[in-house]
């Protein structure tokens, strides 16, 4: 028997730090019987990371890292995040708008009110009819309050941070509290077995690092899964079209401005905006396709959506190359994070599969060289799946356009780039409203069938009510109505401004769990 003991992580930047966070938390047991994980890091690549979006995951990761939430809103310029606000993505009108809020709809579990809503001739958004979390963040309020300890929360949330200050935030942790061990140093080769296993890496510093189980977090590059074990990439550019960001960093115009406590997307000619709210300033960004509109016309509009605050700012161009790995986990060698593939950052889904890549390798660690082949086959299977469902739900955006200003639009809705098992969904979500299991399956799946609700019915997507057919639950789903009013009354009364909230964590610290 060969036991996996040394876990070899090769890259730093988000995806390196929380992965080797994630595995050191869930074995620190086993470090005293010569567990050991190691991440190598070039000192000269920088990180790839601009301002980042994320998913309420990542609390309960970083608390079972043990990070302290109070410290990680002092050191990585972090604000709340609630949900994503749409605009202009439905008929391109400066009135078109919705949320995609990170709350449930009330009493999910036991009701679907997506028919009531339907069946209800009501000027309400279904957003606000199941959800307080919409006029939440339209009053520019946080999730919590001093009194909520750390983690807790009245309206579910998740984070917006500085991905330089995050990755500087979580080496520490790692090194200090977990006991990874940080080497800086260039990876020159890499060195494989017979078995087509590797086996070693040689580094520009000297030394050789060996391993059991290396990770690769390499970046775009993919230097261990995709040039040493020629694992191939598969484009998804044919379904997703935007292939070019162009990012800044946005001053706020006064020291105390309201900050956002969503993502707002914006649509474009060619693409779509991005606007992130950090306590210093704002992530702008457009992610655009090239084969539209040219980067010049990108920068102009990006230009013109921020405003005279941009005059004097430079954009950072990103390439995007849409897709992922046709295979994630080969030999002793897995991908994680932009090794493993990526997608335009429309529902900021690239840390939830660090993480949830990260929780699958931890939690399903191969006891020994042996049994890594079944270890490998079901992480293989199920990260293909969450993949593939990522693609479908960012293409629902754009599928679901009335927009036709422009070819880009136009082109989203042709039936040849829509997936198969998309489509077909669309054409049962015209008869039959999703809720819960019916269509999704897996554990973990990385959207709910709500999320698809709130896409559906914001961007104006109609669901047939057959007569009759809301009757049988028809006082659960007005009580649940009436909780929502309730519940939106009680926390837009009481919930304290977004700034506010996070200058008193910063100054006083939240209580720990």
Same mark, same amino acid.
């Given at each position: 028997?060969?036991?996996?003991?040394?876990?070899?992580?090769?890259?730093?930047?988000?995806?390196?730090?929380?992965?080797?966070?994630?595995?050191?938390?869930?074995?620190?047991?086993?470090?005293?019987?010569?567990?050991?994980?190691?991440?190598?890091?070039?000192?000269?690549?920088?990180?790839?990371?601009?301002?980042?979006?994320?998913?309420?995951?990542?609390?309960?990761?970083?608390?079972?890292?043990?990070?302290?939430?109070?410290?990680?809103?002092?050191?990585?310029? +972090?604000?709340?995040?609630?949900?994503?606000?749409?605009?202009?993505?439905?008929?391109?009108?400066?009135?078109?708008?919705?949320?995609?809020?990170?709350?449930?709809?009330?009493?999910?579990?036991?009701?679907?009110?997506?028919?009531? !809503?339907?069946?209800?001739?009501?000027?309400?958004?279904?957003?606000?009819?199941?959800?307080?979390?919409?006029?939440?963040?339209?009053?520019?309020?946080?999730?919590?309050?001093?009194?909520?300890?750390?983690?807790? +929360?009245? +309206?579910?949330?998740?984070?917006?941070?500085?991905?330089?200050?995050?990755?500087?935030?979580?080496?520490?942790?790692?090194?200090?509290?977990?006991?990874?061990?940080?080497?800086?140093?260039?990876?020159?080769?890499?060195?494989?077995?017979?078995?087509?296993?590797?086996?070693?890496?040689?580094?520009?510093?000297?030394?050789?690092?060996?391993?059991?189980?290396?990770?690769?977090?390499?970046?775009?590059?993919?230097?261990?899964?995709?040039?040493?074990?020629?694992?191939?990439?598969?484009?998804?550019?044919?379904?997703?079209?935007?292939?070019?960001?162009?990012?800044?960093?946005?001053?706020?115009?006064?020291?105390?401005?309201?900050?956002?406590?969503?993502?707002?997307?914006?649509?474009?000619?060619?693409?779509?905006?991005?606007?992130?709210?950090?306590?210093?300033?704002?992530?702008?960004?457009?992610?655009?396709?090239?084969?539209?509109?040219?980067?010049?016309?990108?920068?102009?509009?990006?230009?013109?959506?921020?405003?005279?605050?941009?005059?004097?700012?430079?954009?950072?161009?990103?390439?995007?190359?849409?897709?992922?790995?046709?295979?994630? !986990?080969?030999?002793?060698?897995?991908?994680?994070?932009?090794?493993?593939?990526?997608?335009?950052?429309?529902?900021?889904?690239?840390?939830?599969?660090?993480?949830?890549?990260?929780?699958?390798?931890?939690?399903?660690?191969?006891?020994?060289?042996?049994?890594?082949?079944?270890?490998?086959?079901?992480?293989?299977?199920?990260?293909?799946?969450?993949?593939?469902?990522?693609?479908?739900?960012?293409?629902?955006?754009?599928?679901?356009?009335?927009?036709?200003?422009?070819?880009?639009?136009?082109?989203?809705?042709?039936?040849?780039?829509?997936?198969?098992?998309?489509?077909?969904?669309?054409?049962? !979500?015209?008869?039959?409203?999703?809720?819960?299991?019916?269509?999704?399956?897996?554990?973990?799946?990385?959207?709910?069938?709500?999320?698809?609700?709130?896409?559906?019915?914001?961007?104006?997507?109609?669901?047939?009510?057959?007569?009759?057919?809301?009757?049988?639950?028809?006082?659960?789903?007005s009580r649940a109505r009436r909780e929502n009013r309730a519940q939106t009354q009680r926390l837009t009364s009481s919930l304290p401004k977004h700034r506010d909230l996070i200058e008193r964590i910063v100054?006083?610290?939240?209580?720990?769990?």
């Amino acid at each position: 028997m060969r036991p996996i003991q040394n876990i070899v992580i090769v890259g730093g930047g988000t995806a390196g730090w929380l992965t080797a966070g994630v595995i050191a938390a869930r074995h620190k047991a086993r470090a005293p019987h010569g567990f050991t994980v190691t991440l190598v890091e070039s000192p000269t690549v920088p990180i790839i990371g601009v301002g980042e979006g994320t998913w309420p995951t990542l609390r309960d990761t970083l608390r079972r890292m043990g990070v302290s939430e109070t410290e990680f809103f002092r050191q990585c310029d +972090a604000s709340f995040k609630q949900g994503a606000r749409f605009n202009r993505w439905t008929t391109g009108a400066p009135d078109d708008g919705y949320y995609h809020p990170l709350m449930l709809p009330q009493q999910f579990g036991s009701v679907n009110l997506a028919p009531h !809503w339907l069946a209800h001739d009501t000027e309400d958004s279904f957003c606000d009819t199941v959800t307080p979390q919409g006029r939440i963040c339209d009053e520019g309020l946080g999730p919590k309050t001093m009194a909520t300890p750390e983690y807790d +929360a009245h +309206a579910n949330y998740a984070y917006h941070l500085d991905a330089g200050k995050f990755s500087t935030f979580l080496q520490r942790h790692c090194c200090d509290t977990l006991g990874v061990r940080h080497v800086l140093a260039d990876v020159t080769g890499v060195t494989l077995d017979d078995q087509g296993d590797i086996a070693s890496l040689a580094t520009a510093q000297g030394p050789t690092i060996t391993g059991d189980l290396f990770v690769d977090c390499t970046g775009f590059r993919a230097l261990l899964i995709g040039e040493a074990m020629g694992v191939p990439f598969k484009s998804c550019s044919d379904i997703l079209f935007c292939d070019t960001a162009l990012a800044m960093q946005v001053p706020y115009d006064a020291p105390d401005a309201p900050i956002a406590s969503h993502t707002i997307s914006t649509a474009q000619s060619a693409g779509w905006i991005w606007d992130i709210g950090l306590p210093t300033r704002r992530g702008v960004g457009h992610v655009f396709s090239s084969s539209h509109i040219s980067a010049d016309q990108a920068e102009s509009e990006l230009r013109a959506y921020i405003g005279p605050a941009a005059r004097d700012l430079s954009a950072r161009t990103l390439s995007i190359r849409a897709g992922h790995r046709e295979t994630f !986990w080969k030999g002793n060698c897995v991908a994680v994070g932009l090794a493993a593939g990526f997608l335009e950052p429309l529902e900021a889904s690239a840390i939830v599969l660090i993480e949830l890549s990260a929780k699958m390798i931890a939690e399903q660690m191969p006891a020994c060289r042996e049994v890594m082949p079944v270890v490998a086959r079901r992480f293989n299977d199920t990260t293909l799946y969450r993949w593939g469902r990522i693609v479908d739900f960012l293409k629902l955006h754009y599928a679901l356009t009335k927009r036709t200003d422009t070819d880009f639009w136009r082109d989203n809705v042709r039936p040849e780039s829509i997936p198969d098992r998309l489509r077909g969904l669309m054409e049962l !979500w015209r008869y039959q409203s999703p809720w819960l299991h019916d269509e999704f399956d897996r554990a973990e799946e990385v959207f709910p069938s709500a999320s698809y609700q709130y896409v559906l019915y914001g961007m104006g997507a109609r669901t047939a009510v057959p007569p009759g057919t809301v009757d049988r639950d028809a006082d659960l789903a007005s009580r649940a109505r009436r909780e929502n009013r309730a519940q939106t009354q009680r926390l837009t009364s009481s919930l304290p401004k977004h700034r506010d909230l996070i200058e008193r964590i910063v100054r006083h610290g939240l209580q720990p769990i």
